[in-house]
C-alpha cells in the first residue's frame, strides 16, 4: 500500500533550526511536496523535491533521497509564527497526491 | 482579491439535511479538488476535475456529489448530512495535475458540524 510517516509533534526553541522528517512508500514517484498549514487555516505550498539533493529557500530548505523514499523540511533562526503543522505529500505514478498526517511543530519562546 | 474563495466557511446542520458549498478560483487554472479534512487532520482527496471533467472519484458516498459548471467553479452537495461528515472541506485547484506545476491553491476551508 501507499504510506507517508511522519512524526506527529515536535517542539524547538526560537531562534533554532528543527528537521522534520519524512518517508514515503508509493506506487513509483513523481515528486515530493511540503506544505505548511496554520491552526484553523488552509495548507500553503512551501517547496517541491523531485531530483535528490537539497533545495533551499530563505530559512526553509528541503531535500530527497528517492532510493531511500525518505525527505525532510530544515527549518532555519525559528520564529513563533512558524508554529504550525507541516503536511508531507508524495506523488505517485499516477499523479495523486498521497498525504501525511503532518506534523504539529510548536515553537517556545 | 481571493485566489481560492469558498463558502460558507462555517456550517452547522442537523443530521439527514442536504447542504452545499460553493468554490470558485480566479488564477485561470484548470483543475479543481475538494478535499476533506478530518479531526486527525489527514488530507483526504474526495474530488478532482480538469476543465469540467471528473478525474478523480475517490472512494466517497454517493451522498456526496461534485458539479462544475465551468473551470472556475466546483461546488459540492452533500444529501442526509450524517455525523460522520463533520470535517472540515478544502477546495483546491492548480494549473496542471501532472508533477511539479500541481502546486495547489488551497480555499480557507468550510467547517462542517453535523448535530
Known amino acids: 500500500g501507499q504510506n507517508i510517516d511522519q512524526p506527529t509533534e515536535m517542539t524547538a526553541t526560537e531562534g533554532a533550526i528543527v528537521q522534520i522528517n519524512c518517508t514515503y512508500q508509493t506506487s513509483g514517484f513523481n515528486g515530493l511536496f511540503w506544505y505548511q498549514q496554520h491552526a484553523g487555516e488552509a495548507p500553503t505550498f512551501l517547496s517541491y523535491n523531485v531530483l535528490d539533493g537539497l533545495e533551499e529557500k530563505g530559512r526553509f530548505s528541503s531535500f530527497l533521497s528517492r532510493s531511500k523514499g525518505y525527505s525532510y523540511l530544515l527549518l532555519k533562526e525559528l520564529q513563533m509564527k512558524d508554529s504550525a503543522s507541516y503536511l508531507c505529500a508524495a506523488m505517485d505514478s499516477n499523479y495523486q497526491l498521497i498525504w501525511g498526517a503532518g506534523t504539529k511543530l510548536i515553537i517556545k519562546p | 482579491d481571493t485566489a481560492v474563495s469558498q463558502t460558507p466557511k462555517y456550517l452547522v446542520t442537523q443530521m439527514g439535511n442536504d447542504k452545499s458549498i460553493k468554490c470558485e478560483q480566479n488564477l485561470g487554472h484548470d483543475t479543481m479538488y475538494w478535499y476533506k479534512q478530518d479531526s486527525k487532520k489527514f488530507l483526504k482527496i474526495m474530488f478532482s476535475?480538469?476543465?469540467?471533467?471528473?478525474?478523480i472519484n475517490e472512494t466517497v458516498p454517493n451522498r456526496f456529489s461534485p458539479k462544475s459548471p465551468d473551470k472556475a467553479h466546483l461546488n459540492l452537495h452533500i444529501n442526509s448530512l450524517e455525523l460522520g461528515d463533520s470535517a472540515v472541506y478544502f477546495c483546491?485547484?492548480?494549473?496542471?495535475?501532472?508533477?511539479?506545476?500541481?502546486?495547489?491553491?488551497f480555499g480557507a476551508g468550510s467547517r462542517l458540524t453535523v448535530l
Open positions: 476535475y480538469n476543465n469540467k471533467e471528473l478525474i
Open positions: 483546491a485547484s492548480s494549473q496542471d495535475p501532472q508533477g511539479g506545476a500541481n502546486v495547489l491553491t
